[in-house]
């Protein structure tokens, strides 16, 4: 006789910039945009506004979450390096003395912190049982500001999540549906 398996649990993605994923069946998930993140702020209005402060303005006017251009998308893609995309920010703004810190920070201007409570219900879910996930284009730089945040409760943000599926390690963008096949 074969013992009954108790049905799997539905997963959860969570969405680190604005997009919230849903389940549309096979394991594959749709993105549903809103352009603000899980802090509830627009998150391309921060970012420009965190270049054009290091008087990038040109950076600042390829800011796009969903379609990131040029060397942002490069990069978020893992086409380039961090330090290549700066290099190549600095000479499309002429501003050679702009930092890889000082952009490090600007592309983590848009995370101001994560709310322990809203830490503590994706811990809740884990415990339930449910999958949790994070899909999201990033860059090597942000995730170091990003996986800070997650630590607000003395916990890893690989402690929230079953996995997280990072753009630059796939080597593909959101909404690309490859991307959801990885």
């Known amino acids: 006789s074969q013992k009954a398996q108790a049905p799997a649990k539905a997963g959860a993605c969570v969405c680190l910039s604005g997009d919230c994923c849903r389940s549309v069946g096979d394991g594959v998930l749709a993105v549903e945009r809103s352009g603000t993140s899980a802090l509830g702020v627009r998150r391309p209005v921060l970012y420009a506004a965190a270049f054009r402060a290091l008087g990038m303005p040109r950076v600042a006017d390829l800011i796009n979450p969903y379609y990131p251009a040029e060397m942002i998308g490069r990069l978020e893609r893992g086409d380039i390096s961090f330090r290549e995309a700066c290099d190549e920010m600095r000479r499309l703004d002429g501003r050679p003395e702009v930092t890889d810190s000082e952009i490090a920070a600007a592309y983590s201007a848009f995370l101001v912190g994560i709310p322990v409570a809203k830490l503590r219900q994706i811990m809740r879910l884990r415990e339930a049982g449910v999958r949790t996930y ?30 997280i599926y990072l753009s630059y390690e796939l080597h593909e963008l959101k909404p690309s549906e490859a991307i959801f096949r990885k």
Request: glycine content about 6%.
């Open 134 to 163: 994070v899909l999201s284009n990033n860059n090597p730089a942000a995730m170091v500001a990003i996986r800070g945040a997650f630590t607000a409760d003395g916990h890893t943000m690989d402690d929230y999540f079953d996995k």
